[in-house]
């Protein structure tokens, strides 16, 4: 009898301490877990530079895609005061301006501007000003053909920056706004071009044009204008090879290209040499050798979104003086964005 109730006492306090520690271990979990340490501050040129991670499911906006670039500024921005600069204060303009890519040319400018009047609004509203006023106003895109054409929009620029996505993404973008578009895989250099253009006019709706690998490709060009003509489309985008597998001049090719492309019934509206924002000044020195050879209107600077060099846009616009017109921002189709200068100089600089 002594024994049963024994056995059923400790029965009764094992079961009480599993309830009681079942009860502690849920009033934990709501807490929360324990609080760490707060981590040590980052040096300060690390946080200048780390970019805001982009939200990718929202429409990307130049402000949401511009953090590394934006962050660059940090130092301009916390630059208090509106009188005469210190030595200091213009090394560290003159320093973030020079990281952010801007250019040895527009980075002086701001400096005597700075050394002659002061900052009588503070110092990153002139630097500000004096950026957008390197930008140009004029960036038209044009569209519409003469009557019983259609239009061509060309992509040149070297491999790997971006071409062949960018026309993705307009395909898409026209598409979206009521045209009927073509594609013509004008990159023969290797197969996977044309199959790399072939899944994003699958994705997006748009016809596109191919032949084998070495295929000529003024002659997939004059194919793209004749299935164009015939169906009624808007505008075909042509891309175009970023090399060459013989000693053949890739300018020389893409003049000729040019050339298949404008006539009738084709007409080039755009040529846009695209640009890789990663590769700061090269891309500029690359531009410089397409410029003459592909009568360039545009230019499409890809992979903003990854780089704390967009001051770029203002010295490709100052050396070359050709519009930036759209800038890729990421890999999605919607990632590319109309160039607009003042939301672009206010993404970087604004407080
Ligand atoms: N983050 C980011 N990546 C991009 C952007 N544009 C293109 N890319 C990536 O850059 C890489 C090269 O892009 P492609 O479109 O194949 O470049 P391409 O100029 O056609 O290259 P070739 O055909 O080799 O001459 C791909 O991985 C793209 O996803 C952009 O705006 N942002
Ligand atoms: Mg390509």
């Not at 950026?131 to 053909?145: G, Q, T, Y």
């Not at 903003?304 to 017109?325: F, H, M, N, Q, Y």
């Amino acid at each position: 009898m002594i024994a049963s109730v024994f056995v059923l006492a400790s029965i009764v306090i094992v079961a009480l301490l599993v309830v009681a520690l079942v009860v502690v271990g849920l009033v934990r979990r709501r807490r929360g877990p324990a609080p760490v340490a707060p981590m040590a501050p980052l040096p300060d040129l690390l946080v200048t530079e780390i970019a805001e991670r982009p939200v990718l499911d929202e429409e990307p906006t130049l402000g949401s895609r511009l953090g590394a670039s934006r962050g660059v500024f940090d130092r301009v921005r916390s630059i208090a005061g509106t009188g005469a600069l210190t030595g200091e204060q213009l090394e560290v303009v003159e320093e973030v301006l020079l990281r952010s890519d801007v250019g040895v040319s527009t980075t002086e400018v701001v400096l005597a501007v700075l050394r002659r009047d002061g900052a009588p609004d503070g110092v990153a509203a002139t630097v500000r000003r004096i950026l957008r006023e390197s930008l140009v106003d004029e960036r038209h895109v044009a569209v519409d053909a003469e009557p019983g054409r259609v239009a061509v929009w060309l992509f040149v620029g070297v491999n790997g920056v971006g071409k062949t996505t960018t026309i993705g993404k307009l395909a898409h973008r026209e598409i979206g706004a009521g045209r009927k578009v073509v594609l013509a895989a004008g990159d023969t250099f290797r197969a996977a071009a044309a199959e790399q253009l072939t899944t994003w006019a699958e994705r997006t709706g748009a016809d596109v044009v191919r032949a084998g690998e070495g295929a000529d490709p003024g002659s997939v060009i004059h194919d793209a204008l004749g299935r164009a003509s015939a169906r009624g489309a808007d505008l075909v985008l042509a891309d175009t090879a970023g090399r060459r597998a013989n000693s053949t001049n890739l300018l020389d090719e893409l003049a000729k290209v040019r050339r298949v492309a404008d006539r009738a019934p084709g007409q080039v509206l755009e040529t846009f040499m695209v640009l890789d924002a990663t590769t700061g000044q090269n891309a500029l020195a690359q531009a410089r050798e397409f410029l003459a050879a592909a009568s360039v209107t545009g230019i499409v600077l890809t992979k903003l979104d990854g780089t704390a060099r967009g001051g770029i846009v203002v010295a490709i616009e100052r050396e070359l003086s050709i519009p930036v017109k759209f800038v890729g921002v990421g890999e999605g189709v919607a990632d590319l964005i109309p160039f607009d200068p003042d939301e672009f100089v206010d993404s970087l600089i604004r407080a």
